[in-house]
Nanobody
Framework: QVQLVESGGGLVQVGGSLRLSCAASGRTFSTYTMGWFRQAPGKEREFVAGIRWNSVTTSYADSVKGRFTISRDNAKNTVALQMNSLKPEDTAVYYC?????????????????WGQGTQVTVSS
């Protein structure tokens, strides 16, 4: 089992940056594909970015490509999401998730474990 705890959310102005972190418990963290999702009020949870266990493959939603970067440190059991050039439409609760799949999948149902979420608010 994997437990996930996100941190780093907050209030930022348009064009600013935030770095989200996700700390994982469990000795098998390095075997999981990791993903970041977000959910805005009244909207469905959507895929933001994902990374395979070996960091060779990453995947991004079109809406964040070129602005967000996902990374992981298997030695520290952490995964991060660097968010630059933030826009008001990036406002949402951001979730870290772990999947047993060997490829990065974009559907929430493919992920087995979830964190509690961290709020990101981008003000104009």
């Amino acid at each position: 089992q994997v437990q996930l705890v996100e941190s780093g959310g907050g209030l930022v102005q348009v064009g600013g940056s935030l770095r989200l972190s996700c700390a994982a418990s469990g000795r098998t963290f390095s075997t999981y594909t990791m993903g970041w999702f977000r959910q805005a009020p009244g909207k469905e949870r959507e895929f933001v970015a994902g990374i395979r266990w070996n960091s060779v493959t990453t995947s991004y939603a079109d809406s964040v490509k070129g602005r967000f970067t996902i990374s992981r440190d298997n030695a520290k059991n952490t995964v991060a999401l660097q968010m630059n050039s933030l826009k008001p439409e990036d406002t949402a609760v951001y979730y870290c998730a772990a999947s047993r799949a060997i490829v990065v999948l974009r559907t929430p149902s493919a992920y087995d474990y979830w964190g509690q979420g961290t709020q990101v608010t981008v003000s104009s």
